[in-house]
T-cell receptor, first 114, second 112 residues
Framework: AQKVTQAQTEISVVEKEDVTLDCVYE???????LFWYKQPPSGELVFLIR??????QNEISGRYSWNFQKSTSSFNFTITASQVVDSAVYFC???????????FGTGTRLTVIP | SQTIHQWPATLVQPVGSPLSLECTVE??????LYWYRQAAGRGLQLLFY??????ISSEVPQNLSASRPQDRQFILSSKKLLLSDSGFYLC???????????FGQGTRLTVV
């Protein structure tokens, strides 16, 4: 079975603070894909990153960084020097081999306070 | 570049009325198409997906149906809406099951 858990329902930080959003996944597939999406107040889901299960290299993109650890089945997302525009709901998602579905976590609502 | 259009953005419908939400994709051919529903405070639930014209797979039993009359058109319908159909509906596409999905702007449906 595929499952994604985002234990943090809501997080509030003050602008310029760093914040890490947790994502823990479950799958029996040996090959799978992990994703992060951002959902701003407008509602549209914005794709942020995709990682393959065979590539555990961490990735940095500007103020965003992702820490993928297969040993703990985690794919955490860190925003450095947060900004008000980062306020949104962030979703972690998983797709297993042969599956046509993305399994989403319940999301983490991040509020950055100016 | 590819774009996805979804309309209407908001909709208020009485219980028992029909529903038709439309989604179209431009700039690609034979996309995989998806309808998701997001209930308040919850993640996204896959309702339907389609890998080609006329091919619809349903993930959960419900009061809704989907159709794909054209390659880049995906329609979500209901003959009689229920209060529980209220939610945020998102259409998405991707080139293949291996790639990321791109989402439309969503339709907020309120059934009253």
């Amino acid at each position: 079975a595929q499952k994604v858990t985002q234990a943090q329902t809501e997080i509030s930080v003050v602008e310029k603070e760093d914040v890490t959003l947790d994502c823990v996944y479950e799958t029996r597939d040996t090959t799978y894909y992990l994703f992060w999406y951002k959902q701003p107040p407008s509602g549209e889901l914005v794709f942020l990153i995709r990682r393959n299960s065979f590539d555990e290299q961490n990735e940095i993109s500007g103020r965003y960084s992702w820490n993928f650890q297969k040993s703990t089945s985690s794919f955490n997302f860190t925003i450095t020097a947060s900004q008000v525009v980062d306020s949104a709901v962030y979703f972690c998602a998983l797709r297993g081999t042969g599956a046509n579905n993305l399994f989403f976590g319940t999301g983490t609502r991040l509020t950055v306070i100016p | 570049s590819q774009t996805i259009h979804q309309w209407p953005a908001t909709l208020v419908q009485p219980v028992g009325s029909p529903l038709s939400l439309e989604c179209t994709v431009e700039g690609t051919s034979n996309p995989n198409l998806y309808w998701y529903r997001q209930a308040a405070g919850r993640g996204l639930q896959l309702l339907f997906y389609s890998v080609g014209i006329g091919q619809i797979s349903s993930e959960v039993p419900q009061n809704l149906s989907a159709s794909r009359p054209q390659d880049r058109q995906f329609i979500l319908s209901s003959k009689k809406l229920l209060l529980s159909d209220s939610g945020f509906y998102l259409c998405a596409w991707r080139e293949s099951p291996l790639t990321e999905a791109f989402f439309g702007q969503g339709t907020r449906l309120t059934v009253v």
